[in-house]
Each structure stands twice: as structure tokens, then as C-alpha cells.
């Protein structure tokens, strides 16, 4: 079974940095790029960037670049979100998902979802 | 960048019934405008999940009541006989852009 596996809920402080995980099982990890996606408190989807984890090269949202970074180690499977400086508005649960790219953009299976709380 | 726009934003529909949402996209048409159109559905406190890619292939395992059509910028996802578990929010995204969601109740 394809799964993605994230790492638990964060609270943070404004200024703090964070890495959230994303851990793949059930397919070759880098046969598929993996992309991260914010959502708000009761809001909608925002993607937010996505890499391929063969060689590591990411592209990202230009509203996010330079608050984001994913990376990930691929002799572990697992790909990271980092986000830098943190605000009260990014406050949100994040998303990993696996990315086809097939002739298509879709993405299938998502991860559970970290819940990321940054209050002072 | 594209916009994507849900209609409408919430929509009630009785068990039995047909729901249908809106997709509209500010991407000059292309053909890839099709084939990177997916539908997903997010139920409360779970992540979305896939129902729909290439604008109107189902996911493996989604129910044949959910059905997707349209093409170039225009893109339509309908529920043909609404079911209780279908309650759920319902995006459509195009390339990297996401609708902001429509809400699908039970009227």
C-alpha cells in the first residue's frame, strides 16, 4: 500500500524555524516527485512547492519562495518541509502528497497532515 | 499566475439528487488545459483525496456516480445521486492552482 507518513503536530514561537517529515512506503521513492500543500484554518488548498527527489531539485510557489524549503533524503524515503521565521499566519495544517506527473498533474495518495500552531 | 473559480460555493442537494460544481480557469486555453484538471474531495479532519484526473478519469475505487466533464477552461464535476457520505468539501485544481472549494451538504 502506497502511504505517506507525516510527523506530528508543532507548536511553535513567532521567529522559530520547523521541519515537518514526510516519510513514503509501498513505491520507489524516486519514481515520483512529492509536492507540499498549506491549508488555513477552515480555508482552502495552497500549493506550495514541489521536488523530485532523484536530484533533489525543488520549484517552488512564488508566493511562498523563500519561507519554504523542501528537501529530501531519499536513502530514507522521507521528504521535509522547513519553514523559516515563523508567523501566527502560518498557523495551518500542511499536507505532503505524492505528485504524478503522467501526462498529468495530480496528486495521490496525501499524507495525513501536520497541524502547525505558532503562538506566542 | 491561473486562477481557478468554484461555483458555486456551497450548494445543498437532497439524498437521491443530482449536485453539480462549477470549474473555471483563467489559463489560456491549451490542450494541456485538460489533461492537467483533477478533482478532489475532502471530508472533515481527513485530507483530500483524489476522485478525478484528466478532467473526467475516476481515481481506481471512486464510485461511478461521480462523473467530470468540460474542456479548454470550462470544467464541471457532478454527483449524480447524492449519498450521505459524499458530505464534503470539493476542489478542483488546474496545473498548480487550486479552487478555493465547494462546500456539499445534505438539503
Known amino acids: 500500500e502506497v502511504q505517506l507518513v507525516q510527523s506530528g503536530a508543532e507548536v511553535k514561537k513567532p521567529g522559530e524555524s520547523l521541519r515537518i517529515s514526510c516519510m513514503a512506503s509501498g513505491y520507489t521513492f524516486t519514481n515520483y516527485w512529492i509536492t507540499w500543500v498549506r491549508q488555513m484554518p477552515g480555508k482552502g488548498l495552497e500549493w506550495l512547492g514541489r521536488?523530485?527527489?532523484?536530484?533533489?531539485?525543488?520549484h517552488y510557489n512564488p508566493s511562498f519562495q523563500g519561507h519554504v524549503t523542501i528537501s529530501a533524503d531519499k536513502s530514507v524515503s522521507t521528504a521535509y518541509l522547513q519553514l523559516n521565521s515563523l508567523k501566527a499566519s502560518d498557523t495551518a495544517m500542511y499536507y505532503c502528497a505524492r505528485l504524478h506527473t503522467d501526462d498529468s498533474i495530480r496528486f495521490d495518495p496525501w499524507g495525513q497532515g501536520t497541524l502547525v500552531t505558532v503562538s506566542s | 499566475d491561473i486562477v481557478v473559480t468554484q461555483s458555486p460555493d456551497s450548494l445543498a442537494v437532497s439524498l437521491g439528487e443530482r449536485a453539480t460544481i462549477n470549474c473555471k480557469s483563467t489559463q489560456r486555453y491549451s490542450s494541456y488545459n485538460t489533461k492537467y484538471l483533477s478533482w478532489y474531495q475532502q471530508k472533515p479532519g481527513q485530507p483530500p483525496k483524489l476522485l478525478i484526473y484528466?478532467?473526467?478519469t475516476r481515481e481506481s475505487g471512486v464510485p461511478d456516480r461521480f462523473s467530470g466533464s468540460g474542456s479548454g477552461t470550462d470544467f464541471t464535476l457532478t454527483i449524480s445521486s447524492l449519498q450521505a457520505e459524499d458530505v464534503a468539501v470539493y476542489y478542483c485544481?488546474?496545473?498548480?492552482?487550486f479552487g478555493q472549494g465547494t462546500k456539499v451538504e445534505i438539503k
Open positions: 521536488l523530485d527527489p532523484t536530484d533533489s531539485y525543488a
Open positions: 485544481q488546474q496545473y498548480y492552482s
Open positions: 484528466w478532467a473526467s
